[in-house]
Every structure is written in C-alpha cells, then in structure tokens.
C-alpha cells in the first residue's frame, strides 16, 4: 500500500507508495580448474542443503485472524475459505520489498520490460526512477503461480543472482508444487503494523489483497471480472486506466488494468485509498458501479467480503520482543503477537 503523492487524486495507492508519508578456500586445483571444482561444490551442497530442509510451517487463517497477527518474521498461512490463496505476512516492508521487489517490477510495473529479469543496478534504478525505495516500492503485493514459475525460471536461465529473501520465496514456492506448468496459485503479501502502516492500513491492504487472490484462483470470478470490465463505458475504462497509470502500473497490461479496478472499486472502501476523485466521477456514480457489480457477482466465499466492513482491528499492535538468550550467538529470534498473546515464532 502507498502513501500519499501529492498527485490530483490524493489517494493512498494499494501497490505503491511514495516515500513521503501519507502516501536483496578449499580449492581442489589452481586457476579455472579449482574454481569450476569450487563452484560446482558450492551449487551441490546448496542443492543438498536445500532437499535437507525442513518444510516451512503453513498453518490457515482467516482474514480477522490475520489483521490481529503481528509478524516478527516470515508467516505464511493458507487463506482459511480458499487454500490456493497462500497470505505471506512479512515482519516489515523492508522485508517485504526484499522478497518482492525484483517480482513486481518483473509482473507489472511501468518503464520496465516484462520479457527479463532485472539484475540489481536494473532494479535499483527502477525504484529510485520511480521516487521509492526497496521498502516504500510497495505496500501490498500479489502475483499468481504462472508468473511467479516465470519469474524464477527466467532468472535462473539469465544467472540474475538472487537475494537470500527471493531464494526464500523460491523455496516456499517450491513446497507449495508451484513452479512447475499448470500450478494453480496466488500468494498475496501485506507488512506489520507499524510506521507508516497502523492497523487498520494493514487491514485495508489485506481486503484489497484477497481480492486479487480470488481472481487468481477463481475462474468464475476472473471471467465476471472480465465481463464486467468489457460492460464499461470507453470513458470510465479510460477513467481507472487512468488512475492505475498514474499510480505507476503497466497500462498496456489489460488483465492488470481490470484486475486493480475490481480491487479499488469493490473491496478499498477506504476514502484515503480510493474514492470517486480519484477517478474523475461522482460518488454517486461510483455507487451504481458498486452497486450493479455486487448484483451480479457470482457466488463464493468472496461475495460476502464486497458489502461487509472491514475486520474489526487492534488499536496498536505491540513491537516485537526478542529473545536475549538467542544474542550471544549473534542472531535474533523473535516472537510473534496474535490474538492469544505472544507465540514463538
């Protein structure tokens, strides 16, 4: 989610944000031969290392159980009324941004080919374009398995050299089953609170968020969300295409431009994030696009999150502690705040 830019809709942006506030020797033999042999060593043991680990714990939650959880590392949990939707909860944007950036600017991001993967002066250089930074680039993100396998099968063939945080994620998409072709899938990702994220911020980005995980795995859903798109006027097409571009998507990306607009126009109700100026219209006539696309939705476990208010949420969340035993080693372990108190993380 982003902050306020200062633009003429002054909106809050669900994917991306200004940084102004609301708003990744044991050499067998000399020369090229003992760097092959060292090499190869290191590729096998991260291939033996990484067949040794243990699979990451997925546990499932519900949205109100997600809003009260306060990360202090990576948690991922499968969306309670949809398990193809897989919720990363990220224990700060930095993180976040870390795991995801090079991902975004990959999928749909503007001034940014879509056919490679971008090394990391590329990608610097992209966010610094762009007035953000590796933490402020997004507040929000979701992407579906294809494109994800895409991702992580171009960069592998192009030798772009990840960040721990990506081969983290490889990882995790690698237990789900979801790099290989016809994987089924959508993660979606939201920060702690804190900072520029209160609570209730974070509650709107993960609202926003399931959205985009229902049209990723609900092919009813994606096809009404296409059919909707088509019913429009010229002009409000032109309206959201509009607001998505100035927000710095890819407008040429038709699938992006109507997967946002289903997003902001139903499920961000929050007048800082979305609202009729930002799109150059009325309430009113944002209303009866509301009301006319809730009609006719089909129905699944979303349609009741389309007119139903937000999850009531924590007034602040409490920073998280740390572990002091866990200091003389030189790492820190952190614990988790959910609803019951706090759990080890």
């Known amino acids: 989610m982003g902050a306020r830019r200062g633009n003429e809709d002054d909106t809050i942006v669900i994917r991306r944000i200004s940084a102004k506030p609301v708003g990744r020797r044991s050499v067998l033999h000399a020369g090229l031969g003992g760097a092959a042999t060292l090499l190869l060593a290191a590729g096998f043991g991260a291939f033996w290392w990484e067949g040794r680990a243990k699979p990451m714990p997925i546990g499932t939650a519900t949205e109100t159980e997600i809003d009260q959880t306060q990360p202090c590392t990576n948690i991922v949990t499968y969306l309670a009324p949809d398990k193809s939707v897989v919720v990363i909860d990220f224990p700060s944007l930095e993180a976040q941004g870390l795991a995801l950036d090079r991902v975004a600017a990959f999928v749909e991001k503007a001034s940014v080919p879509h056919n490679r993967v971008l090394d990391d002066a590329a990608l610097n250089a992209a966010i ?86 229902a049209f990723y795995t609900v092919p009813k859903y994606r096809h009404y969300v296409e059919q909707f798109w ?116």
């Open 128 to 213: 610094a374009a762009s007035g953000d930074t590796v933490a402020s680039y997004y507040y929000g993100h979701d992407y579906q398995a294809a494109d994800l396998a895409r991702f992580f099968a171009l960069a592998q063939s192009e030798s772009i050299k990840l960040n721990p945080q990506e081969l983290w994620l490889k990882r995790l998409l690698r237990q789900l089953g979801w790099l290989v072709p016809g994987a089924n899938g959508a993660i979606i990702t939201l920060p702690a609170a804190g900072g520029d994220v209160p609570p209730e911020m974070r509650a709107v980005i993960l609202r926003h968020e399931i959205s985009h995980g």
């Open 230 to 345: 088509a019913s429009l006027t010229p002009d409000d097409r032109a309206a959201f295409t509009g607001f998505l571009g100035r927000q710095g998507y890819d407008t040429s990306l038709t699938e992006l431009m109507l997967n946002e607009t289903q997003a902001y126009l139903i499920f961000t109700r929050d007048p800082r994030f979305f609202n009729a100026g930002a799109i150059g219209k009325t309430d009113a006539e944002i209303s009866q696009l509301r009301e006319g696309f809730i009609a006719n939705m089909p129905n699944f476990w979303l349609t009741p999150l389309a007119s139903s208010p937000l999850p009531t949420v924590p007034v602040a969340m409490p920073a998280c502690p740390q572990k002091q035993a866990m200091l003389i080693t030189g790492k820190r372990l952190c614990l988790c705040y959910r609803t019951g108190g706090l759990a080890s993380a």
